[in-house]
């Protein structure tokens, strides 16, 4: 009998000195059923300002930062957020990997393994690990489906200084892609992992030859606006 597959999903959200102030992460099997669950606000980064585009209006910008503040603050009371040091997350990374030993993800997993090494939190232990965001892109955001999608909804990116232009593959795009649900993501750590990530990386694992796509690195010239559609 095949030994049991798991995934270990893990998410952020960060400071403006590029810490974790929220971590979030689901243990699942590829079925998608989830077997353990974390949520954490992290208490040596509790006191910081969360991440701010100082450009950016609406997400991102000072005043989305402010009430996001708030929303924790709510989730910390109600329970929803348990408030806890870098050392407590990794005493329960370990637990995870010594009864699950499961392969890690994240949808921009190099972004995520940053900001928990400026944090302390490690993630080095997990041996066997895969962006989930190249993984989706290479399969899905090259097909004329997804394309067809892109336009349709008009997810495009902004047009650079050097006049370039990418259709959008982030997690809420692609979650959308594949569920239909058009929702936005909350940006806090353990839902956008359990509501979007996870049945990203459930179509992802569906096709026959996942795995082998697993260490293609994204190339953003290969979503560029000119080369896939034309006036």
């Known amino acids: 009998m095949a030994k049991k597959q798991f995934f270990l999903i893990v998410d952020t959200e960060t400071t403006n000195d590029d810490c974790v102030y929220d ?109 989930l965001w190249h993984l989706a892109t290479e399969i899905f955001a090259k097909t004329k489906n997804y394309r067809a999608f892109v336009l349709h909804n008009h997810f495009f990116g902004n047009r650079t200084r050097f006049g370039n232009m990418t259709y959008k593959t982030n997690a809420e795009v692609m979650a959308h892609f594949l569920t239909g649900n058009e929702i936005s993501e909350p940006h806090t750590a353990l839902e956008d992992a359990q509501f979007f990530e996870l049945p990203i990386l459930m179509a992802c694992i569906k096709k026959k030859n996942w795995k082998e796509k697993t260490g293609v690195p994204y190339n953003w010239r290969s979503f560029q606006l000119k080369d896939n559609f034309t006036a």
């Open 23 to 131: 971590f979030g992460a689901v243990v699942c099997d590829s079925k998608g059923v989830i077997f353990a669950s974390c949520a954490v606000i992290v208490a040596e980064n509790v006191e910081k300002g969360l991440f701010v585009d100082p450009t950016a209006k609406g997400i991102w910008s000072k005043a989305y930062a402010v009430e996001k503040k708030a929303k924790y603050a709510n989730m910390l009371a109600s329970g929803s957020r348990m408030l806890a040091s870098s050392n407590a997350i990794n005493r329960w990374l370990e637990k995870v990997n010594a009864k699950y030993s499961p392969k890690l993800t994240a949808y921009n997993v190099a972004f995520d393994r940053s900001k928990c090494a400026n944090s302390n939190i490690d993630l080095s232990i997990f041996s066997d690990s895969f962006c």
